[in-house]
Nanobody, 125 residues
């Protein structure tokens, strides 16, 4: 499975961005999808995930209520709508895929075998 993230950029605090992650080479509907981010000098951290069925979504406490993850199985794409952005959201954002992952496993980067290249999100104050 190949993943390609896009949609990052520079935005002022309070603004919005929508990240996209297009996939190819696999059956998209079989994969739970996650977004992770990594800021300079920090470890990669979980942001959000959505189950293969789309029925379950998961969020880090730091983004709950501001970010929304969704998927379009017809387009083999997962999205991350980011609103009310803060300077601390600045990071490289990565999308990841794992077959039929659910429950607490979605929070762990090690559970995702497929990763895309990152997209930079910079939020200015």
């Amino acid at each position: 499975v190949q993943l390609q993230a896009s949609g990052g950029g520079l935005v002022q605090a309070g603004g919005s961005l929508r990240l996209s992650c297009a996939t190819s080479g696999g059956t998209f509907s079989r994969y739970s999808m996650g977004w992770f981010r990594q800021a300079p000098g920090k470890e990669r951290e979980f942001v959000a995930a959505i189950s293969w069925s789309g029925q379950s979504t998961y969020y880090a406490d730091s983004v709950k209520g501001r970010f929304t993850i969704s998927r379009d199985n017809a387009k083999n794409t997962v999205y991350l709508q980011m609103n009310s952005l803060k300077p601390e959201d600045t990071a490289v954002y990565y999308c990841a895929a794992a077959p039929y992952l659910s429950g607490t496993g979605v929070y762990a980067a090690s559970r995702y075998p497929y990763w895309g290249s990152g997209t930079q999100v910079t939020v200015s104050s």
